[in-house]
């Protein structure tokens, strides 16, 4: 069994500019949430998609967007770099919506200069 | 809204200690707590949750108990193990894990 992948590890964007950070999901999974983890933090929660639609957001700006594709693999796109999306981003990926259980992948670590 | 306050670290124990980590939090109606936990370099890993007051959630010698009056979901071990150091993050969710609200996390390092 596959766990969640993320892909790229590390990433150096300058402010301004986008970026897209990619998830792939643990086998039969059709659930994917993304984090944001700053440095000495714990994570806050981006948004959800369950089968391609958004399925529920949190406190971030619109710049934050994200896709999922028909395998379920998932990508958050950050418009607009700013300093403070310096961050590690974290995928997690479950059953379905109603799972208590997540799985997270290891995460990429952006960092905007 | 919805928050979790966890004890500042970073917790230095020396290996067979008993260990405490306390978690406190704030919701509407009745949440999920869990407990999460990332090793260096790993993702966070699920290590226990409870669903309900009173419920009790373990796993790998650790414990935890949901309880409402005190709004708390402390961590508990009762002998740490080296293998033991990590972050160790409280969440709590409004139903399922949807939507999960972490805490700050607490370094646990066990010296040998």
């Known amino acids: 069994e596959t766990g969640v992948t993320q892909s790229p590890t590390h990433l150096i964007k300058t402010r301004g500019q986008q970026v897209t950070l990619r998830c792939s999901s643990q086998s039969g999974h059709n659930t994917v949430s993304w984090y944001q983890q700053a440095l000495g933090q714990g994570p806050q929660f981006i948004f959800q998609?369950?089968?391609?639609?958004?399925?529920g957001r949190g406190n971030f700006p619109p710049r934050f967007s994200g896709l999922q594709f028909p395998n379920y693999s998932s990508e958050l796109n950050v418009n607009a770099l700013e300093l403070d999306d310096s961050a590690l981003y974290l995928c997690?990926?479950?059953?379905?919506?109603?799972?208590?259980?997540?799985?997270f992948g290891p995460g990429t670590r952006l960092t905007v200069t | 809204g919805n928050s979790v306050t966890q004890m500042e670290g970073p917790v230095t124990l020396s290996e067979e200690a008993f260990l405490t980590i306390n978690c406190t939090y704030t919701a509407t109606g009745y949440p999920s707590l869990f407990w999460y936990v990332q090793y260096p370099g790993e993702g966070l890993q699920l290590l226990l949750k409870a669903t309900k007051a009173d419920d009790k959630g373990s796993n790998k010698g650790f414990e935890a108990t949901y309880r409402k009056e005190t709004t708390s979901f402390h961590l508990e071990k009762g002998s740490v193990q080296v293998s033991d150091s990590a972050v160790y993050f409280c969440?709590?969710?409004?139903?399922?894990?949807?939507?999960?609200?972490f805490g700050s996390g607490t370094q646990l390092t066990v010296l040998p």
């Open positions: 997690a990926s479950s059953f379905n919506p109603s799972s208590y259980e997540q799985y």
């Open positions: 969440a709590l969710s409004p139903g399922s894990a949807r939507q999960l609200t």
């Open positions: 998609y369950y089968r391609e639609e958004e399925n």
